[in-house]
């Protein structure tokens, strides 16, 4: 079984090579591969049953419960594909599966077996980290609209908050607070779950309960989703140790069940309350005495510190202080809650205008999550910005901070008022709010700055746009070859004949022609390539925004690199940016470093770019026929060593079947 944590490229390849590996041996061998598309050529109860052993090769969490009592290999992708015939000797000697829990499951090979690099093991926390969050986002979407909803029809403003007059709208908002509290011990659970596998869910959801319920070591504030994120990894890791202790044969069996469980959830459970948790209560306390010291000085500057507070972990101790610290000056000084109430709403505003500035640096999710997102902005729930925070915490919470402090000074600046312990547009709706022009003024601003502060981070480094390859076949500017697109006299335009396209029985067929071909790259490194390949793509017609396929490129690119060993690599992107799928190729002389696993540097670069609303699975079918081809070195030298122009680079990729 192969798989990789994006299901493309990679999967397809180890899947390759190990089948070639198996036929140079001697041995018959069935290869599944779990990519994009789903599950493909999947192994049958009577073929596992049959099997000398399994090889598991994959960088993200597999269910391996139906190969109990089977001999299991469990490694990285990379090896699949670079050490395949070690792995079918080594197989035959593997431990044998014992069913979950057992330490051979998918949780060990987010580590990238055995001397995983430095890189890998970073990708492996971020993986993670992506697994508590897009289990979260359901409990974000489904618990933010239904208390939103029950505060637009069924909300009444009164100076203890707002209050429901219906039993009906009280028991929407029940429902929906019970979606917000299960939202950090989902986190929390499932980030241990893909390091420790089932073993450490329990401990996960656990510690992430305890994390978010101050009251457990006397804090007036939960630790948030920051907290949350500590106690998936804390649990994760310590089940992943705890499976390491050698334990008499006749415990193994309620090891994963019963004592890993038990240990671990009362380990961390005790942990946090009496070692983690007192310095969040300290911290609390404190933090709410120097904001009482503060509101003697300039409004501008309680604005400023109240909104960055508000901003910064979206429900955790920091912002609990901000808020509480306002609504109990309700009564006596309604503008500090009114400093509050403005910044409430601005992150999950701010993220939601940004997916919409910039819908390519956005995947599907997150784009309908930013929809959410705006929604519970607009009703004052802060909490719907999480679900960036926790993907990109280094990007989204500057970002916040930012546009949460300059909501708060210009709302301290006209001294609105809020007259309910509430914040964001409903509250003015509803007629709590002084100084209601201002107090949207302030949001907007607010909005705005953190919408553009998200979206610079997350471009940074991109530089500036690629100008587009004229489609015409002219000189280009600049050194280097001339365009790919350029057709001999007499020829007619590239792409129209049988010489400048690829034929329709092949799978590139109608998204490659000569004009998205390179002979010879100019750029001599990974970012200037790939600046380069979106300009060449722009030739075809299909690009409606350069510098928007370049940053989708990069942004994949930080998921993990697409240089596949073998002197390949593979960037592509899922964007906006481009209105029908295409494919472009280039070689490179000297060769460029792209991160490969194997060390070799990029000559053979092929760039696939999609919309992203692109329906079906086509571009996926690309990418894996693609891989497997590039897997035959006949293949590949042929691509290295063909002379003359872009046709003839052509005549050779319509063997991608």
Same mark, same amino acid.
């Given at each position: ?5 994006? @299901?493309?490229? &990679? ?9 070639? +590996? ?27 049953? *049959? ?28 090896? #699949? ?15 044998? &599966? ?47 609209? %239904? ?152 409004? +501008? ?50 993220? @939601? ?19 959410? =997102? ?8 802060? *909490? ?6 926790? =993907?990109?915490? =280094? ?8 546009? #949460?402090? /300059? ?6 600046? +006209? ?10 547009? /409903?509250?003015?709706?509803?007629? !709590? ?35 587009? !390859? ?82 989708? =490129? ?18 592509? +992107? ?15 002389? *000297? ?27 086509? &571009? ?16 590949? *030298?042929?691509? %290295? ?14 063997? /991608?079947?």
């Amino acid at each position: 079984m192969t798989a990789c944590p994006t @299901g493309i490229a &990679h999967t397809y390849m180890a899947a390759e090579k190990l089948a070639q +590996a198996a036929q140079v041996l001697g041995h018959a061998m069935k290869v599944e591969t779990q990519g994009s598309i789903g599950a493909e050529n999947v192994l049958s109860d009577r073929e596992i049953a *049959e099997a000398d052993g399994i090889i598991v090769a994959a960088d993200k969490d597999v269910d391996l419960s139906r190969f109990a009592g089977k001999r299991v290999l469990s490694v990285g992708v990379a090896e #699949g594909i670079h050490h395949p015939e070690r792995l079918i000797r080594d197989v035959l000697g593997a431990p044998v &599966h014992r069913g979950p829990g057992d330490g051979g499951g998918g949780g060990a090979d987010l580590f990238g077996g055995a001397g995983g690099a430095g890189g890998k093991e970073r990708g492996s926390v971020y993986k993670a980290l992506m697994n508590g969050v897009s289990y979260m986002i359901p409990f974000v979407v489904v618990g933010g609209l %239904l208390i939103a909803v029950s505060l637009a029809l069924g909300g009444r403003t009164t100076p203890q908050g707002i209050v429901f007059d219906s039993s009906f709208w009280q028991s929407v908002n029940d429902i929906g607070v019970i979606g917000f509290t299960l939202m950090i011990p989902v986190l929390s659970g499932y980030i241990a779950y893909a390091i420790g596998d089932r073993p450490a869910l329990v401990p996960g959801m656990v510690g992430g309960w305890v994390a978010s319920h101050g009251e457990l070591y006397d804090s007036k504030a939960g630790a948030g989703f920051i907290g949350a994120i500590a106690t998936g990894f804390l649990a994760g890791y310590l089940v992943v140790w705890i499976k390491k202790v050698r334990v008499p044969d006749f415990v193994r069996p309620v090891m994963p069940v019963i004592v890993i469980p038990v240990v671990a959830t009362t380990s961390l459970g005790l942990f946090f309350v009496y070692v983690i948790g007192r310095p969040i209560a300290w911290v609390f306390e404190h933090l709410t005495s120097w904001l009482g010291g503060l509101t003697g000085t300039s409004a +501008a500057l309680l604005g400023v510190v109240l909104g960055m507070m508000i901003a910064f972990d979206m429900g955790g101790p920091v912002n609990k202080t901000a808020f509480l610290f306002g609504a109990g000056l309700v009564s006596k000084n309604p503008e500090v809650m009114g400093i509050c109430a403005a910044a409430i709403p601005v992150p999950p505003l701010g993220q @939601g205008l940004a997916t919409l500035l910039r819908r390519g640096l956005f995947s599907v999710q997150e784009r309908e999550t930013g929809l959410a =997102a705006l929604f519970m902005g607009c009703f004052g729930i802060t *909490e719907g910005a999480i679900p960036f925070a926790a =993907a990109r915490p =280094a990007r989204v919470i500057p970002a916040n901070m930012a546009g #949460g402090a /300059v909501a708060g000074a210009v709302a301290g600046l +006209a001294a609105v008022q809020d007259n309910v312990p509430h914040g964001g547009p /409903v509250v003015a709706a509803l007629g !709590a709010v002084g100084g209601v022009p201002m107090f949207f003024v302030a949001i907007a601003i607010g909005t705005v700055v953190t919408a553009l502060t998200t979206v610079t981070l997350m471009t940074v480094g991109t530089g500036p746009s690629v100008v587009p !390859a004229p489609a015409t076949g002219a000189a280009a500017t600049g050194p280097g070859p001339a365009p790919a697109g350029s057709a001999p006299a007499g020829s007619g335009p590239a792409g129209s004949g049988p010489a400048g396209s690829v034929s329709a029985g092949s799978a590139l067929s109608g998204h490659l022609t000569a004009r998205t071909v390179r002979p010879r790259l100019a750029a001599r490194e990974k970012e200037a390539a790939i600046r380069e390949m979106a300009g060449l793509l722009a030739a075809g017609g299909a690009v409606t925004d350069v510098a928007g396929l370049v940053a989708a =490129a990069l942004a994949r690119e930080e998921l993990g690199t697409t240089g596949l060993g073998e002197e390949i690599a593979i960037p592509h +992107a899922k964007t906006d940016a481009v209105s029908a799928p295409v494919v472009g190729f280039a070689r490179s002389d *000297e060769g460029i470093e792209w991160g490969a696993l194997d060390g070799t540097k990029a000559r053979l670069i092929f760039m696939i770019a999609v919309p992203a609303a692109a329906a079906g699975d086509e &571009h996926l079918r690309i990418l894996a026929m693609l891989s497997r081809k590039l897997m035959d070195p006949g293949f590949r *030298e042929r691509l %290295l060593s063909a002379e003359g122009e872009a046709d003839a680079l052509v005549r050779i990729l319509q063997e /991608v079947q």
